[in-house]
């Protein structure tokens, strides 16, 4: 009789996960439909034809601030923090206010339309949690399945943003935490993700980019340790990416003394006057035209230096999105920089970079390794899976999100207490 109500408690257990991941991946999938087709249309449909709209960057960081300023505070959680915020309602040290989904998509357009670099993934994620919240409210979900229900959140917005639905069940449970997976999450994860995924493409008929690997290198011990080397190289740089971007952060804030407002209009100035030097739009917005241009022909030589500075600015300094694209952007053009010192195939090189700079600097090895699997057709699968984790075990206790708990190091030379996070490993070390 014991072991009967065990199964019943386990079945009834499942089931209440799996609802409650239907009706996030069901919302998540249409409100990530709106913010893809939104982005679309103000980046590509109107900045593109207006380019002089880059002159109201500033103006547009004054509005994204005076929201978070005024609006985004509520019993000491702050939707500034972003990711940030989620990963911290996760291990239950914050809450995630509701809020949060609406505001990032609002900021996250301002930032696109005036051309800001950005991404779409990190809107794509905090909309997930703030859903996930609302659901945990309305249905009076209890504390021990707040976390499941949260991370179920996080792998619906990345599995519909990027149509990639197994990367995302293990985003989710991989993005909060360094050296641990809470596999007991997965059920959820994946029912949200795959749901979110085919309500995106399925019903609202969005089609996402895609990228092709023209061949791959013969595995051989050469081939393998060019890759070793490349990765490593890949690494390093969403290290660079990090510590800029967050080393922009601290100080604007301290300048400024955390108002936003000033932080953003600052940051708008910079990026007006980087795209006046330069005489180019390219690195402003999304940059998927040279991303895509990076897996077929060369592109100028520092495009991932110029790319890697816009988003550390631009995010840096107040203004939201998601940091992916960006980072595919760095890594892919940065391969093609590389392709011209080592003989391997263009489009493997790009594709590498892309996937093993993400790696490093969201410290989600598993699910970089499973994005490549998904967005390249399973090509180079061995080479892909020896560069996620050689990027993820040399970019050490770094990373796009402070908040990232750390479970287990990467090495036994880094002294740090089980449960720190990426912020207080960094400032011990550094």
Known sequence: MKKMGKY????????RWIIFALIIGIII??????????????GDGIRKNNPWLIYFLPLGGILIGFMYMNYGKKNGNDIAKGNNLVIEGVHGKATVLKRLGPFVYIGTFITILFGGSTGREGAAIQMGGSIAQSVIQFLKVNKLDTKIVLMSGISAG???AFGTPITGAIFGMEMVAVGKLKYEALVACLVASFVGHYVTEGIWGIKHESFHIKSVPE????SFTKVIIMAIIFSLVSVLYCQLRHGIQNVSEKIFKKNHMKRAFVGGCVIVLLTIVL???DYNGRGLDMLEQSFLEEVPTFAFLAKLVYTAITMGSGFVGGEAIPLFFIGATLGNTLSSF????????AALGMIAVFAGGANTPIAAFLLSVEMFDGKGIEFFFVACFVSFIFSGHHGLWPSQKVYEPKSRLYRFIKGETIESVEKKDG
């Open 219 to 222: 595995v051989s011990g050469f």
């Open 158 to 160: 990345f599995g519909a």
């Open 279 to 281: 005489g180019t739009t």
């Open 29 to 42: 999938g249409s409100t990530t439909a709106f913010l893809l087709k939104t982005n679309d249309f103000l």
């Open 8 to 15: 019943k408690l386990f079945l009834f257990t499942i089931i």
């Open 342 to 349: 080592i003989d391997l195939p263009l489009s493997f090189i």
